[in-house]
């Protein structure tokens, strides 16, 4: 064998080594990476297929913004900012650290596009229905309007300046719950990208707040039957980056009397929402997308798509 045939031959073998290498590379880029786990009262789904960082690196940056905002709104825990918020703000000022005051800002804003239907000072009622404390007992009328009278975002008092909230009514507080687990999500993406970890497509589905991962990635997304939650009623294609969330009366809540009542309140008659539809919407963010899906479960109208993306409403 001559030496060019030799050189010849050994060009075509550092050639399929090079593609072998190429093709070892992207199918371990493109790979799909799936994590479960239980966080913010409810189920993580995430599932990655990562160009730059490691399946360790990602979950790292998701499991860090949880646990960031369950210190910040954590009711359960005495500690977070939201409970300690809660217990003393009828008693002076409570000055808020940036990430809260981002969120109360975030809902006072939704609060005011939504004509009130969206109000994070319902956490009174959500006690008094039995969502935080145990009661085998529908409220009476009475009760519910007594309770009512602590509610009402207008009346709370706001220091932009200071970042300071004030409550000037005793037995005051607020619940974001219509809100947190889509900062949760918008906080994750934030960590991905501070990180350097470059997710190529993905999803991190918290309880069915969605964040879709990539760009101009297409997603097919299946959209429950509210009578049948098990079952799809609709599948949408949606294009990345953005977010999705659904609000119904079919996954959280109590029994009173024998009767069941969904965990959404309506903020106008202090009593949980008996609606006989479901919303989904399409945002561009996590925060948006939870808390107009919630507004159009409440309201039975869509938001305009300048307010908050794409809407569905799925009746029973």
Same mark, same amino acid.
């Given at each position: 064998?001559?030496?060019?045939?030799?050189?010849?031959?050994?060009?075509?073998?550092?050639?399929?080594?090079?593609?072998?290498?190429?093709?070892?590379?992207?199918?371990?880029?493109?790979?799909?990476?799936?994590?479960?786990?239980?966080?913010?009262?409810?189920?993580?789904?995430?599932?990655?297929?990562?160009?730059?960082?490691?399946?360790?690196?990602?979950?790292?940056?998701?499991?860090?913004?949880?646990?960031?905002?369950?210190?910040?709104?954590?009711?359960?825990?005495?500690?977070?900012?939201?409970?300690?918020?809660?217990?003393?703000?009828?008693?002076?000022?409570?000055?808020?650290?940036?990430?809260?005051?981002?969120?109360?800002?975030?809902?006072?804003?939704?609060?005011?596009?939504?004509?009130?239907?969206?109000?994070?000072?319902?956490?009174? *009622?959500?006690?008094?229905?039995?969502? $935080? !404390?145990?009661?085998? %007992?529908? #409220? /009476? +009328?009475?009760?519910?309007?007594?309770?009512?009278?602590?509610?009402?975002?207008?009346?709370?008092?706001?220091?932009?300046?200071?970042?300071?909230?004030?409550?000037?009514?005793?037995?005051?507080?607020?619940?974001?719950?219509?809100?947190?687990?889509?900062?949760?999500?918008?906080?994750?993406?934030?960590?991905?990208?501070?990180?350097?970890?470059?997710?190529?497509?993905?999803?991190?589905?918290?309880?069915?707040?969605?964040? *879709?991962?990539?760009?101009?990635?297409? $997603? !097919?997304?299946?959209? %429950?039957? #509210? /009578? +049948?939650?098990?079952?799809?009623?609709?599948?949408?294609?949606?294009?990345?980056?953005?977010?999705?969330?659904?609000?119904?009366?079919?996954?959280?809540?109590?029994?009173?009397?024998?009767?069941?009542?969904?965990?959404?309140?309506?903020?106008?008659?202090?009593?949980?929402?008996?609606?006989?539809?479901?919303?989904?919407?399409?945002?561009?963010?996590?925060?948006?997308?939870?808390?107009?899906?919630?507004?159009?479960?409440?309201?039975?109208?869509?938001?305009?798509?300048?307010?908050?993306?794409?809407?569905?409403?799925?009746?029973?």
């Amino acid at each position: 064998m001559d030496r060019r045939t030799v050189t010849g031959l050994l060009f075509a073998l550092l050639l399929l080594l090079f593609a072998a290498a190429a093709l070892n590379s992207m199918r371990n880029r493109n790979r799909e990476y799936t994590f479960v786990f239980p966080v913010m009262g409810t189920v993580c789904r995430c599932t990655f297929e990562i160009d730059k960082g490691t399946p360790e690196e990602a979950l790292s940056a998701v499991n860090d913004a949880f646990a960031q905002v369950m210190q910040l709104a954590n009711l359960r825990d005495r500690q977070s900012e939201l409970s300690i918020l809660n217990a003393s703000a009828a008693k002076a000022p409570f000055v808020c650290s940036e990430e809260m005051y981002h969120l109360l800002c975030a809902s006072r804003r939704a609060h005011r596009i939504s004509d009130g239907w969206f109000d994070i000072s319902v956490k009174p *009622l959500m006690d008094l229905w039995g969502f $935080y !404390r145990k009661r085998g %007992k529908t #409220p /009476s +009328a009475q009760e519910i309007a007594k309770t009512k009278a602590l509610c009402g975002l207008e009346k709370v008092k706001f220091n932009d300046a200071e970042r300071a909230v004030f409550f000037p009514v005793s037995g005051m507080a607020f619940d974001l719950g219509g809100i947190a687990k889509g900062y949760a999500l918008d906080l994750a993406v934030k960590n991905l990208s501070s990180r350097g970890i470059v997710i190529r497509r993905g999803t991190i589905d918290l309880g069915g707040n969605i964040r *879709l991962l990539g760009v101009r990635q297409v $997603y !097919r997304i299946g959209i %429950k039957d #509210p /009578s +049948a939650p098990d079952r799809i009623r609709e599948v949408v294609e949606l294009v990345s980056p953005g977010a999705v969330s659904s609000s119904g009366d079919y996954e959280r809540y109590v029994v009173l009397d024998g009767r069941k009542f969904g965990h959404i309140i309506d903020p106008f008659s202090g009593t949980p929402a008996p609606r006989d539809h479901a919303a989904t919407v399409y945002a561009p963010d996590g925060i948006t997308s939870d808390w107009s899906s919630t507004v159009i479960y409440l309201a039975g109208k869509t938001l305009p798509e300048s307010v908050c993306g794409k809407s569905w409403i799925i009746k029973k």
